[in-house]
């Protein structure tokens, strides 16, 4: 059946926003081709040379080593791999190098969220960096990690195959280091990738049962080989299973030798603990080939009912609402099991919960976040963005610091927490700071037309059509142009400060609950 | 019943030229009731790395020196009298400040105190604790976040809380108000001048949740930022008293926003503030020093700060769990159970560790390898409820279905 969507939803969902190509050519061809399409977009970056002509100011003084820089730097390094970010991390090197390794990816997510024809790719990218959350705000070795991680970890995988993302980012850098493992030693491991492995990255906590059974053998269908779900022993022996993968970052693995400092991907075989585990019912022999006991807690967790139903209701509350009806619920879980050996799994649930009455009939029922907030704004009113680092902090200040959140559970996706007295005001200094252009970070382009309208309500109508897509209703017409001090019918565009109005009332216009919601 | 409603008629007069408002400031008000600050260590404080019996034996041979308090060498651990069971219980060397107010009385450990479930999810545990629940299916008897019920028990269900939290904490879920600014520095102003405010206030007339969350930042903007500004409208640098110095640091602002709010003397009665980073399963002696050291000064500063209010402010120092007694090769402590409650409070049975202490041999350990919990944290917070907050009706509601055990927290 043909996709039944009003565009606007449709955009606001897979998009961040509706931008002027997208309507157009989806009037042209349709919801069904557009969508169709951006299910499957190419593996490159279509972004990769405006990233690389854009430039990100960097200045500071370092003590210790002695440095001082103060420069625009191409967004290029992106693309660059791993090693060369490593270098980074070289005590010669000063931590603000490896700081600004995450201010590059984030600038370069900022310019693909505004302008990258293939939308539904950076919006899945967005839902993964947060259900697979790393900090490289809090730690220069995770931001060293970061560009790789983003580009080959989860860019790449973001409309795949999770089984193979799962493994992709339990061998990156950027894991191995946030959740620990890459020190994590047989005979006492560390737990903290495994027990977020389960609890965050797969079955989800609703299959933590820990509270009602201590031991494996008691949990419901263990003794058939299909627990429910997991508890601390599962945790502990999974632990076990992942000894030994670690990334070459110099560390010592006896008789005077070291591993190379690289930050790639590698198994220590010494530091593996070798003997027999028990993981979900499953029983594991000992000396199994390298890396076989891990791979297999992978196929473990990532073919468990559990994580299917985890895995689309989180997906269902980022793409639909905050309590998405369990037909939605069905569709993607039964598109998530039935695709689960196929390369584009992902992208086929995507496509099942895009198909749902519960999809079509979403339209405002999301609170946007900061940095969607920002994107369909900068989108909107015609901002060709220009990433600075005042505009980083504000995003960084908005509540929503890109890469840079410090839990592993990634941001909070309820409407409420992005309410609260302190998140309103980010918001509309967001709005606000955009509009005045005070970061420099572009201007917008559809100022100028609103400025020319005849008189203030008018302008105000020209920037909510702008925004919205429909003429304004006579209330908001009234706040904005009484708000400002203008009187009805008052001319516009003979005055001298009509262009800053008219980027003013862009901004009160994306105020409105119409435009703060999804 | 005190609303926000009150406040903002008390200070109608005032509100039309913020300039003018600020000379207004404490004026002084509705004879405020006791206030109540929650302050949660996100990510599991290793309770056994905190406070601790430096010569049980299990302890000593459970974790290498450089991950357990010590009682000799460079820093040797700070003594604490009051302790259970004839053992040497100390305190983190780098917690000086805590240690004097120990040894003023005015604050009580409670060890091996925590919740009454074997989660050991951060979110999970951080979820029911701050439900005051032991259990996931209770949140349909128990409506919202413990803090928000203690303030519907205590009449002030639409009185405004304070988070210096950026997000509303699930300690205040569903409380109808609650004004959150991790820092106030800055001031909590309204970005874009008069104009702006000109324009939200007549923008937000509707019934939808963007409307109500816009009308309440409103108000709240109203309430608290004119009180921090001068009559030029700059936002007055905060001095705070009694010689106190608040660090730069997440728990140094927090709390020196909360006390801030607290002297201005609005009749907000509930605070909430959070301090982070204490997941320490990696390299965890470094971090961990500097995560108590910043967290005791900060405490040290709120205290002196407040000196002459003392005799109304009830401060709760929890964590989500305390963590493993045996450390990991990663020179870290994964996920425990119980943990440790650091309560100040007027009239306080203060100067001691309270709590029934379990033991750390292998039979005493919950599931074998964890502090056992002993005190339920809700049975803390229901005795400070009766007692110096004043709300002895509090605990039955906040609390439904939980029978309080006696901790003798409080002189009798």
Same mark, same amino acid.
């Given at each position: 059946?043909?996709?039944? @969507? ?68 191409s ?21 603000q ?10 600038? #370069? ?22 259900h ?18 983003d ?5 790449k ?75 601390d022993?599962?945790v ?39 003997y ?5 019912a ?15 807690v992978?196929?473990? @967790? ?36 039935e695709?689960r ?19 079509r ?5 999301? @609170? ?50 992005w ?31 609103? #400025? ?9 109508? #020209? ?5 919205l ?29 009509a ?11 994306a105020?409105?609950?119409?435009f703060?919601?999804? | ?21 600020a ?58 009298e ?115 405010a000109?324009v ?7 019934a ?17 930022d ?92 929890m ?10 090769k ?36 919950d599931n ?37 055990q ?7």
């Amino acid at each position: 059946m043909t996709l039944q @969507v009003d565009p606007r939803t449709m955009l606001n969902k897979l998009a961040f926003g509706p931008g002027a190509t997208e309507l157009h050519e989806i009037a042209k061809s349709g919801c069904e081709t557009w969508l169709m399409q951006q299910l499957r977009p190419p593996a490159q970056d279509d972004c990769a040379a405006r990233i690389a002509a854009s430039k990100l100011h960097l200045k500071y003084v370092s003590k210790t080593p002695e440095a001082a820089v103060d420069e625009d730097r191409s967004l290029g390094v992106v693309a660059e791999p791993i090693d060369q970010h490593w270098k980074t991390l070289d005590k010669a090197v000063p931590f603000q190098e490896r700081a600004f390794l995450r201010a590059t990816v984030a600038a #370069a997510t900022l310019i693909r969220a505004v302008h990258s024809r293939w939308q539904l790719r950076e919006v899945m990218a967005d839902f993964w960096h947060n259900h697979f959350n790393v900090n490289a705000a809090g730690d220069g070795t995770v931001a060293a990690a970061l560009p790789a991680y983003d580009r080959d970890v989860i860019r790449k995988h973001a409309l795949g195959n999770f089984r193979e993302f799962l493994e992709a980012v339990a061998s990156s850098a950027a894991m191995q280091v946030y959740l620990n493992n890459r020190s994590s030693r047989g005979g006492a491991a560390n737990e903290n990738y495994a027990r977020e492995l389960f609890e965050l990255h797969t079955l989800g906590r609703p299959a933590y049962l820990n509270a009602l059974y201590n031991r494996w053998r008691d949990v419901p269908g263990a003794l058939a080989g299909h627990p429910e779900g997991y508890i601390d022993q599962d945790v502990y022996e999974a632990a076990r299973a992942f000894t030994g993968w670690t990334i070459e970052d110099g560390a010592g693995i006896g008789m005077g030798r070291k591993l190379p400092a690289t930050g790639k991907f590698t198994y220590v075989e010494i530091w593996h603990d070798n003997y027999q585990k028990r993981v979900l019912a499953g029983e594991f022999d000992p000396y199994q080939p390298p890396l076989a006991d891990g791979r297999r807690v992978l196929d473990l @967790v990532a073919d468990h009912p559990a994580t299917a139903r985890y895995i689309c209701g989180k997906l269902c509350r980022r793409l639909v609402s905050d309590n998405p009806d369990a037909a939605v619920l069905a569709a993607a879980e039964h598109a998530w099991t039935e695709n689960r050996r196929k390369p584009d799994q992902i992208a086929r649930t995507v496509e099942a919960v895009v198909r749902t009455d519960a999809f079509r009939r979403s339209s405002g029922a999301k @609170v946007k976040r900061p940095f969607e907030l920002y994107a369909s704004f900068a989108r909107a009113s015609g901002i060709d963005i220009v990433p600075t680092p005042p505009l980083i902090g504000v995003l960084d200040g908005s509540g929503q610091r890109l890469f840079g959140w410090g839990p592993p559970t990634g941001h909070p996706d309820e409407n409420d927490y992005w309410l609260s007295s302190n998140m309103m005001r980010q918001r509309w200094g967001l709005l606000l700071g955009l509009s005045d252009d005070a970061w420099k970070a572009g201007a917008s382009q559809a100022a100028p037309a609103i #400025a020319e309208a005849r008189t203030s309500e008018q302008a105000a109508d #020209a920037a909510h059509r702008r925004l919205l897509g429909i003429e304004a209703p006579p209330k908001i017409v009234h706040a904005v142009v009484e708000g400002i001090g203008l009187k009805p019918g008052m001319p516009f565009d003979t005055r001298r400060d009509a262009l800053p109005l008219a980027r003013r009332m862009l901004a009160y216009c994306a105020m409105t609950p119409a435009f703060q919601t999804r | 019943m005190l609303t926000r409603r009150h406040l903002l008629a008390a200070s109608t007069a005032l509100s039309v030229a913020p300039g003018v408002r600020a000379f207004a400031a404490p004026r002084d008000p509705t004879p405020a009731g006791p206030i109540l600050v929650s302050l949660f260590l996100r990510g599991g404080m290793d309770s056994l790395g905190v406070v601790a019996p430096v010569d049980e034996r299990n302890y000593t041979a459970d974790r290498p020196p450089e991950m357990r308090l010590l009682a000799d060498g460079d820093k040797p651990a700070l003594r604490l009298e009051g302790a259970p069971a004839g053992l040497d219980f100390r305190l983190h060397p780098e917690m000086g400040a805590l240690h004097d107010l120990y040894r003023d009385r005015r604050i009580a450990l409670v060890h091996a105190s925590g919740l009454d479930n074997g989660t050991r999810s951060h979110f999970g545990a951080q979820e029911l604790i701050e439900r005051g629940i032991a259990n996931p299916d209770q949140i349909t008897q128990a409506k919202g976040g413990w803090l928000a019920r203690w303030l519907a028990a205590a009449g002030s269900g639409n009185a405004p809380a304070f988070a210096a939290i950026p997000g509303v904490p699930e300690e205040l879920a569903e409380h109808a108000d609650t004004i959150c600014a991790a820092d106030l520095r800055g001031g909590m102003n309204l970005p874009g001048g008069k104009q702006a405010a000109n324009v939200l206030k007549r923008l937000y007339g509707g019934a939808s949740a963007v409307d109500a969350a816009a009308r309440r930042t409103l108000q709240g903007i109203d309430l608290i930022d004119t009180r921090l500004r001068q009559p030029d409208g700059k936002v007055m640098p905060y001095q705070p008293a009694g010689g106190a110095v608040y660090e730069e640091t997440e728990i140094g602002h927090g709390l020196a926003s909360v006390a801030r709010v607290i002297r201005t003397e609005l009749g907000i009665r509930a605070f909430a503030v959070d301090m982070g980073g204490w997941d320490t399963h990696e390299n965890q002696p470094p971090r961990l020093a500097n995560l108590v050291g910043q967290l005791s000064r900060a405490l040290g500063a709120f205290h002196a700060d407040l000196h002459d209010r003392l005799d109304r402010i009830v401060l709760v120092v929890m964590s989500e769990f305390g963590r493993r007694l045996r450390s990991n090769k990663s020179n870290g402590t994964d996920h425990g159970h119980a943990g440790l409650t650091i309560v100040s409070a007027p009239h306080l049975v203060g100067g001691r560790i309270h709590g029934a202490w379990p033991g750390l041999s292998s039979d005493k350990l919950d599931n074998a390898v964890d502090l056992a919990m002993t005190t339920d944290i809700r049975s803390i917070l229901a005795e400070l409820m009766a007692g110096p907050l004043a709300t002895p009706h509090a605990p039955a509601a906040v609390f439904p279905g939980f029978n309080p055990q006696h901790v003798g927290l409080l002189a009798t």
